[in-house]
């Protein structure tokens, strides 16, 4: 069984930066593709990023293309979100997540088997 432990978190201000972690133990997710999921106060939880295993095939939710950039390292079992320009409406507690799946399939959240506990990610104005 794979486990999921997000790092990363925290508060920044408007135009700042973070980048996430999460690191994958257990069996390892060789061979699955991993995604980033985002959850406002009060509101349902959204894809943000998704990378595949190999040829670091990736898709971005409109709402950070441009701004978010997911990456793996295969050798640490560790996948990265790095955020940038970071806005009050990106304030969240972020996931990530493995699935079996692969592109287009990969944006259905029902697809995503295991799941890490969230980091918390605070944007203030």
């Known amino acids: 069984q794979v486990q999921l432990v997000e790092s990363g978190g925290g508060s920044v201000q408007a135009g700042g930066s973070l980048r996430l972690s999460c690191a994958a133990s257990?069996?390892?997710?060789?061979?699955?593709?991993m995604g980033w999921f985002r959850q406002p106060p009060g509101k349902e939880r959204d894809l943000v990023a998704t990378?595949?295993?190999?040829?670091?095939?990736?898709y971005y939710s409109d709402f950070v293309k441009g701004r978010f950039a997911i990456s793996r390292d295969n050798a640490k079992n560790t996948v990265y979100l790095q955020m940038n320009s970071l806005k009050p409406e990106d304030t969240a507690v972020y996931y990530c997540?493995?699935?079996?799946?692969?592109?287009?399939?990969?944006?259905?959240?029902?697809?995503?088997?295991?799941w890490g506990q969230g980091t918390q990610v605070t944007v203030s104005s």
């Open positions: 990378i595949s295993w190999g040829f670091g095939s990736t």
């Open positions: 997540a493995v699935t079996g799946a692969k592109s287009p399939q990969w944006t259905n959240q029902d697809k995503y088997y295991i």
């Open positions: 257990g069996r390892t997710s060789r061979g699955y593709a």
